[in-house]
């Protein structure tokens, strides 16, 4: 279980994610939490201010260190 900076917690099962995302900077833990809540990828893009392919890469290296 890790608490955000937002004051809400996520519990995150993949000990090797959850490694990563302890060490990553904050974008991937905020992609993380809106694809969660349910936010496709443009409406990511346009709430963290970065291109469309820059959350796919993003969301790859995540997929990728989750087949680890």
Do not use: A, P, W
Request: proline share 0%.
């Amino acid at each position: 279980r890790e608490q955000l900076r937002n004051g809400e917690e996520i519990y995150i099962e993949n000990e090797t994610l959850f490694e990563y995302l302890k060490y990553t900077d904050s974008i991937v833990l905020d992609i993380i939490i809106l694809k969660q809540h349910g936010y496709n990828v443009r409406e990511i893009s346009q709430i963290l201010g970065l291109s469309m392919s820059s959350i796919y890469r993003k969301i790859k290296k995540i997929k990728e260190l989750l087949k680890m």
